[in-house]
């Protein structure tokens, strides 16, 4: 058997198993999606998990999108934390999700991504009209999103097709060895922009603030921001030595 008669066979059996199992309302663009794979998914589910795969900047979109209807919970500020069981991120670099956390999380059917309800095959929206999906805690867009915003390094190819290889800060081709940055780091965005409202603060990790350029100049822009956070440090350290004199200057002198 050759491999196309393999294939042919294995699609053919995949598309008996995925015709059985499809519901009579499924998104037609992911059935298009599965029906032109040169491997054709078995099951809805699968179908559903590549179509977002294989759109992970709308997937961005709709999880911001999507958190932007839930809004922050009430009480809500992005704080870290070091205990595994209470959902704080242990880092600034992991983009916050309050409804990741112990306190606001909202149980089997809710996203904790963006907070929405999550029904039939992670979707987002309820086209069978059975209610939050009990077992879901992940629409499966988000999944595809909060993995672009956790390894974006992952979707290099895809950001600079997005550029037409050109460099986002030198303006010059791309090299092979170019890297995905975020154009405000991380660590401005918990050092200034911490008040930002959420979902606002996910566009940080999102397509908005990504962009791919050359190592040399990643490197300088990198040893530019070292510069600048070792400078605000050693302004903070010399305004709590001010404080210090001052307090001491204040205090009797036996
Ligand atoms: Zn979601």
Not at 114 to 139: K, S, Y
Not at 158 to 168: D, F, G, H
Not at 226 to 243: E, F, L, Q, V
Request: hydrophobic residues 40%; glycine residues 8%; aromatic residues 10%.
């Amino acid at each position: 058997m050759t491999t196309s008669e393999w294939r042919a066979a294995r699609n053919q059996q995949a598309l008996a198993r995925l015709t059985k199992a499809l519901p009579q309302i499924f998104p037609a663009p992911v059935l298009n999606r599965a029906l032109g794979r040169p491997f054709v998914p078995p099951m809805p589910r699968l179908a559903v998990d590549g179509y977002w795969r294989a759109h992970p900047l709308r997937a961005d979109r709709l999880a911001r999108a999507l958190a932007a209807r839930t809004g922050a919970p009430q009480g809500w500020t992005w704080r870290l934390g070091c205990e595994r069981n209470d959902g704080l991120p242990t880092t600034f670099r992991v983009p916050p999700t309050p409804y990741r956390e112990a306190a606001f999380a909202r149980g089997p059917g809710w996203c904790c991504v963006c907070g929405q309800p999550a029904f039939r095959f992670g979707w987002h929206i309820d086209l069978w009209d059975g209610g939050p999906n009990r077992r879901a805690t992940w629409h499966t867009a988000c999944v595809t999103a909060w993995r672009l915003w956790n390894t974006p390094s992952d979707y290099t190819q895809l950001l600079k097709r997005l550029q037409q290889r050109r460099c986002a800060a030198g303006g010059g081709r791309l090299w092979k060895t170019a890297e995905v940055d975020h154009r405000v780091p991380l660590f401005r965005v918990w050092g200034e922009h911490r008040a930002t409202s959420w979902p606002a603060l996910l566009g940080f990790w999102g397509l908005p603030n990504l962009q791919v350029i050359n190592k040399d100049v990643h490197a300088e822009k990198c040893a530019g921001e070292a510069r600048s956070r070792a400078r605000a440090s050693t302004r903070s350290a010399n305004k709590g030595g001010d404080a210090l004199r001052q307090q001491r200057g204040r205090m009797p002198v036996a």
